[in-house]
């Protein structure tokens, strides 16, 4: 490994190392070890979070060229590490979770962040598919981390059956793709592809599994079977970094895997991206507005956004890939504020429940009512908020290209979605108080994953151009 490269991987390394190291801190004969693991599970996923920006302004390739960086890369792999941050720090607070995050819990989440680096910096479809799994494998543990919970194990059994289901397309994927271009090297599949040897159909065929084994990992309409349950069973701040920084690793890849593609292949991956488009816009609105449980409700809302982001890469345009990256950073960030909300109202048993037992709450406790009005507005796409921006750039996007069609949809869906969203900001500022909730103060550290997420989702969309 040269100087440049390790300079390039440092936050990987500081990621891998670390995990190994916050395993180790954890049983050391020392009063108070799992509040150590913890913080130095926290100062690492600081350390790489600083690194990163460090290196926005560096690009090169490393390992044979399986990994490729850039500032898009470097600026993924801050957030990942600030949305792990923030799910670890409301961990701690969290109620069902009390006594349970320790170095087992902070390495997991270390491991999974590593796996969401790789993915976000992979030029090599083997090198991709190594992330996938060491993102995976981690949150099958976190997902059923409290077996207590309701649903944690059926959540974390239907997840890593979901997993093990798009590692196998994925890897059906990889084998067409090397038997018809002879490589997985992503830069050189345009001119694999140009070779008299090679056979199109049998690569195009190879991207198809691919996007199949990509939907599972993203809940894409089809495949989206499940995506509520492992939601609703999951400890919330786990569901918070498996429903926000992990999905954006994916589509991230998965914006760098069409921008890779040949010419032969998009044309082919087009029209099945606007179908899914379409299913997931109408299904995952459809299927939210029947939830009365909180959880299930942001699960569905979560296939309608990657049915918006999906519209976008439908373009494959400079513009659509764009519009998909800057609404996974404000995916990522609005997400995150509602989450914690809803992390912090947790009771022992899981507060996570019923729209209804949050009634009155934001009257009684309005920080939080801000920081979820500030949230669930930017989900419905309302001004100023990053939201808004997000859903302005897509169909920006879908109309210099030409698919009037998909943006019709795109705002018929976004109007559908007002209903649910509004639903659950009513109930949370209704005159009749609910007596199920008991209430308490955000620890400090809650508090600050609440205020600067909501910041977050103000400002980018304030400045969305900085970002776009």
Not at 82 to 89: C, E, Q, Y
Not at 101 to 126: N, P, R
Not at 439 to 448: C, I
Request: aromatic share 10%; glycine share 12%; net charge neutral.
């Amino acid at each position: 490994m040269t100087a440049n490269e390790f300079l390039l991987l440092s936050p990987f390394l500081v990621l891998g190392l670390g995990a190994v190291a916050v395993l180790l801190a954890g049983v050391l004969p020392l009063p108070g070890r799992q509040t150590l693991a913890h913080g130095l599970a926290l100062a690492l996923l600081a350390a790489a979070f600083a690194l990163s920006l460090a290196l926005l302004g560096q690009t090169g390739v490393a390992m044979d060229g399986g990994l490729r960086f850039d500032a898009v890369s470097y600026g993924f792999d801050a957030l990942a590490c600030a949305g792990a941050f923030g799910a670890l720090v409301l961990a701690r607070g969290y109620a069902p979770l009390r006594g349970e995050v320790g170095e087992a819990f902070g390495a997991l989440v270390l491991f999974a962040v590593l796996g969401m680096f790789i993915l976000i910096s992979a030029d090599d479809l083997l090198v991709a598919f190594l992330g996938l799994e060491l993102v995976a494998v981690p949150l099958f543990g976190l997902v059923a981390w409290v077996p207590r919970h309701r649903g944690a194990i059926e959540g974390g059994l239907k997840y890593a059956v979901l997993s093990g289901v798009a590692a196998a397309f994925f890897l059906y994927g990889l084998a067409l793709i090397y038997a018809g271009s002879g490589t997985l090297a992503l830069p050189a599949m345009g001119a694999a592809l140009a070779q008299a040897h090679a056979q199109p159909l049998l690569t195009v065929a190879g991207f198809v599994l691919l996007l199949v084994g990509i939907g599972f990992e993203l809940a894409l309409v089809p495949f989206h079977m499940w995506a509520a349950d492992v939601y609703e069973g999951a400890p919330v701040p786990v569901t918070a970094l498996l429903g926000t920084v992990a999905k954006v690793a994916m589509l991230v890849f998965l914006v760098h895997l069409l921008g890779a593609a040949p010419p032969r292949v998009l044309s082919a991956l087009a029209p099945i991206l606007a179908v899914l488009a379409v299913l997931g816009m109408l299904v995952g609105n459809l299927l939210a507005l029947r939830q009365t449980k909180v959880l299930r409700l942001l699960g569905y809302s979560t296939i309608a956004h990657f049915g918006y982001v999906l519209a976008a890469l439908s373009c494959v345009s400079a513009d659509g890939y764009r519009a998909a990256l800057y609404y996974g950073l404000a995916y990522a960030v609005m997400n995150m504020a509602v989450f914690a909300v809803f992390a912090v109202l947790s009771t022992r048993n899981g507060g996570e429940g019923r729209i209804a037992d949050y009634r009155g709450v934001g009257r009684r406790h309005p920080w939080l009512g801000l920081a979820l009005v500030v949230g669930v507005l930017s989900l419905a796409g309302l001004p100023p908020t990053a939201g808004f921006f997000a859903k302005l750039f897509v169909l920006s996007a879908l109309l210099h290209g030409g698919h009037v069609g998909l943006a019709v949809v795109l705002v018929l869906a976004t109007a559908a979605s007002f209903y649910y969203y509004l639903r659950l900001l009513l109930a949370f500022f209704q005159t009749e108080e609910t007596t199920q909730m008991p209430m308490a103060r955000p620890a400090p550290g809650a508090a600050l994953v609440l205020g600067v997420a909501v910041l977050l989702t103000l400002g980018v969309g304030v400045w969305a151009r900085a970002f776009f």
